[in-house]
T-cell receptor
């Protein structure tokens, strides 16, 4: 399975600012995804990060709020823009091969004041 | 779109007993069904998965069954141990894309 790291592991931010989360995989992967997990809740898919093209966003998530980059097959970033307290959550990236298992990064705990 | 339901939301069992968690899905196109275990403050970890061309899969004390006709799949843990205590999530996917997760089951194994 792929080894996935995320930076930062946690952050406290002021409302109105933006935070970029980085996700690094130790091997080339076909698929990379970004999820949000509220405390005590399930995982909600934000978007699929596509290498070389625009990300595919799920209903309720838009590019202006959550811009995503994927410059190569091992790296992706998620930016949380113009943050409000409602954006406080855990953000997780995941990676996997086509048609199969996904493996998760350790997550980024975000608190917006 | 896909909708995944999961029951029960909480489950307490005595150490050594079995635990069963059930999930249903709505999209007949879903063909990949993983189960994740998430301990407090940790990332979700894949513990077992099953594809739509298989009815059952086992890995030591863990097994998953799939009924495509009824659109439900279940996780079975035998001889439970305290370290099995965690939140378990099922998910449904179409060829490894568009994962939809169930709401989770908090399993407590009592010593």
């Amino acid at each position: 399975s792929a080894v996935i790291s995320q930076k930062p592991s946690r952050d406290i931010c002021q409302r109105g600012t933006s935070l970029t989360i980085q996700c690094q995989v130790d091997s080339q992967v076909t698929m990379m995804f970004w999820y949000r997990q509220q405390p005590g809740q399930s995982l909600t898919l934000i978007a699929t990060a596509n290498q070389g093209s625009e990300a595919t966003y799920e209903s309720g998530f838009v590019i202006d709020k959550f811009p995503i980059s994927r410059p190569n097959l091992t790296f992706s970033t998620l930016t949380v823009s113009n943050m409000s307290p409602e954006d406080s959550s855990i953000y997780l990236c995941s990676a996997g091969g086509g048609g199969g298992a996904q493996y998760f990064g350790p997550g980024t705990r975000l608190l917006v004041l | 779109g896909e909708n995944v339901e999961q029951h029960p939301s909480t489950l307490s069992v005595q150490e050594g007993d079995s635990a069963v968690i059930k999930c249903t899905y709505s999209d007949s196109a879903s063909n990949y069904f993983p189960w994740y275990k998430q301990e407090l403050g940790k990332r979700p970890q894949l513990i077992i998965d099953i594809r739509s061309n298989v009815g059952e899969k086992k890995d030591q004390r863990i097994a998953v069954t799939l009924n495509k006709t009824a659109k439900h799949f279940s996780l079975h843990i035998t001889e439970t141990q305290p370290e099995d205590s965690a939140v378990y999530f099922c998910a449904a996917s179409n060829y490894g894309q568009n994962f939809v997760f169930g709401p989770g089951t908090r399993l407590s194994v009592l010593p």
